[in-house]
């Protein structure tokens, strides 16, 4: 676990113009809405006005930026997916007597 917080520290501190925190959110955002080509996510942080809410005062991150990001945080993803699932279980802010795992012949669902 020390490696992967030395990971994130030297991740963090790498030069951004906008911040890293902010740049995810607005990668989320974007990947929700189907955005994905990093041109395409650069042009909506300039003429989006939900992205423009997310970057505040931040300058719009441009295309080059968020494909360095990307590559930098890949090595990260699967560590920053599982916190976003473990803390809210371990803050009792998630049900989990409503999860349902999907058959093989996806028909059927079972509870687990």
Do not use: W
């Not at 113009?17 to 929700?32: D, G, K, M, R, V």
């Not at 041109?39 to 360095?68: A, G």
């Not at 976003?84 to 803050?91: A, D, G, T």
């Not at 349902?100 to 687990?112: A, E, G, P, T, V």
């Amino acid at each position: 676990k020390d490696e992967e917080t030395k990971k994130s520290s030297s991740f963090l501190n790498a030069k951004y113009l906008s911040n890293p925190a902010t740049i995810f959110e607005i990668l989320i955002f974007c990947y929700s809405e189907g955005i994905f080509l990093s041109r395409e996510i650069e042009k909506s942080c300039k003429y989006d006005l939900r992205i423009k809410y997310l970057l505040d005062t931040e300058k719009v991150p441009n295309h080059s930026t968020i494909n360095r990001f990307r590559q930098k945080i890949m090595e990260l993803t699967p560590s920053i997916l599982n916190q976003m699932v473990e803390i809210p279980i371990e803050e009792n802010q998630i049900d989990l007597s409503s999860i349902y795992r999907r058959n093989k012949d996806r028909s059927l669902c079972q509870q687990i």
